[in-house]
């Protein structure tokens, strides 16, 4: 008995093991090979005069109405008191975890001021912003306006006036200076440059990576960034910032923190200038700032040297756009490509992944529940033949609580890998704890199976007496199948296969 129940669960893991493996894409980037190396370590931009470095002036602030189509925003202006001249200009482009002047671009916008740089930071549109849906060439034309206001302000020179987007704003900028070649440069800062999509496979890759996953839970990547995501939207997913980068024809600032673990540091560089350089434009400056994190912090703290090296290469342009080195600072390190992401065949819709695993779980708990009735319903017990009870009730607690603890360790390793984190007990034991639950359910439906194919080989015996018996064992066992082949799905039973 032990034998035969030990070998249909093995039977039955292969099985899943094979389903799993060929119901969606591996995960398998491409290593780079084309390293970017870095002429010198210093940040410092060259040029042939001294600028005015930051904290020169005192800076005064004041909130003024943009109004965009079909809403009105509010933004601050920076300035410094008593610069001589008509001066440059820079609107800041928000990210996405950023919104309102109060709270984003603080520092860099008063420290450029401080510097004779008159600075601009709008509020972000948020009526037509939202997690599932945002327009990327729209928020282009609403940035826009940002930089009518700035241009006509008293003391700022029109012809100077650029902006700076970062980390999803650098999806943005670059639309913008495409469509208007008037603008003098762009600041791209912390730029994904991929698809929003590959970026967040990346992102995933290396968050998992430095919190020490196992090896089986990346199988997931592709499965989870490439499905269309339950309830709809996030059309800007693929979103192509390529095209615009080629039209770009102002000098461009590029910088990035090496220890921004969330972009292709090397490729997204090295993208830029071969666009920029397609479109005839070569006037390109990257920076990389050694222990900087995805918003160019330090400890903390804004990096000062990327506020000082940027004052200096906007207020000393053009002269700065050709000086010495080109490619500067922390050596940058990626060991994979950002590639596009395979669409799953078979549970490329989010809907049907959660429909699929809401319902085998309903089954599962109907099943149950149909049992429990009639349990109580009948003197004489549930209708199911002895032997029948136990393995039904492994198959179905199993089942559910394996996908209740997948969940549990996927929530718990996402916020390992975004606070930057290791827990062995966690990451390791978590997993283990996962399959071994997967194990257990498959000892039971292997017990069940068997135990059926014995009442079927008797013939005096039924597996089940009464229509209640039938429903319940029917529905607990279609239900636990579909919950555990969906487990399979997203990598519980891998074999290496």
Do not use: C
């Not at 029109?158 to 440069?185: C, H, K, N, Q």
């Not at 975004?418 to 000892?443: F, I, K």
């Amino acid at each position: 008995m032990l034998f035969r129940t030990a070998a249909t669960t093995a039977v039955g893991i292969i099985v899943l093991a094979v389903l799993g493996a060929v119901l969606g894409p591996q995960w398998d980037p491409s290593p780079l090979t084309d390293p970017l190396v870095v002429e010198r370590s210093s940040t410092v931009i060259g040029g042939p005069v001294d600028r005015t470095p930051v904290g020169t002036y005192r800076v005064e602030t004041e909130v003024v109405d943009v109004q965009l189509d079909g809403a009105v925003v509010q933004a601050q202006i920076s300035r410094p008191v008593d610069a001589p001249g008509d001066l440059p200009g820079v609107v800041f482009v928000h990210g996405a975890g950023t919104g309102e002047f109060r709270r984003a671009f603080r520092v860099q916008a008063h420290d450029l001021a401080s510097a004779g740089i008159v600075t601009l930071v709008p509020n972000k549109r948020l009526d037509t912003y939202s997690t599932r849906h945002r327009d990327y060439e729209s928020m282009a034309a609403d940035y826009a306006r940002s930089v009518d206001v700035l241009r006509s302000r008293d003391g700022v020179d029109p012809d100077r006036v650029g902006v700076y987007g970062e980390s999803e704003g650098a999806w943005i900028a670059p639309v913008m200076t495409a469509r208007d070649p008037t603008l003098a440069f762009a600041a791209l800062v912390s730029a994904p440059v991929v698809p929003p999509r590959q970026q967040a496979a990346y992102a995933a890759d290396n968050y998992l990576r430095n919190t020490g996953v196992p090896d089986g839970v990346f199988r997931a990547i592709p499965r989870a960034v490439g499905m269309a995501l339950p309830g709809g939207g996030f059309e800007y997913a693929d979103f192509v910032v390529t095209p615009f980068q080629k039209r770009t024809t102002q000098p461009v600032f590029v910088a990035y923190g090496t220890a921004d673990a969330s972009l292709p540091l090397v490729q997204g560089a090295r993208r830029i200038i071969d666009d920029l350089a397609e479109g005839g434009n070569d006037q390109v400056t990257v920076r990389y700032y050694a222990g900087a994190d995805h918003g160019l912090r330090v400890d903390g703290r804004v990096s000062a040297d990327l506020v000082r090296d940027l004052a200096r290469w906007i207020d000393g342009l053009p002269a700065t756009v050709d000086a010495a080195p080109r490619i500067a600072g922390g050596q940058p390190y990626q060991t994979f490509l950002a590639e596009p992401v395979a669409t799953p065949r078979w549970f490329g819709d989010g809907d049907t992944v959660v429909n699929t695993v809401v319902g085998g779980a309903a089954a599962v708990v109907v099943g149950a529940v149909v049992l429990l009735v009639a349990r109580f319903a009948r003197r004489e017990g549930t209708g199911l033949a002895r032997g029948l009870g136990g393995p039904l009730l492994a198959l179905a607690l199993g089942s559910l609580l394996t996908v209740v603890a997948l969940v549990w360790y996927l929530v718990s390793v996402a916020r390992l890998a975004l606070d930057y984190e290791r827990n062995a007990w966690v990451v390791q034991g978590g997993w283990v704890g996962v399959r071994l639950l997967g194990v257990a359910a498959v000892v039971g439906a292997a017990m069940l199976v068997n135990r059926v194919g014995d009442l079927r080989k008797d013939e005096e015996a039924t597996a089940v007496d009464g229509p209640a018996a039938t429903v319940s064992l029917v529905l607990v066992s279609v239900g636990s199948v579909v919950l555990l082949v969906m487990l399979a799905y997203w990598g519980v039973f891998q074999l290496g296969i």
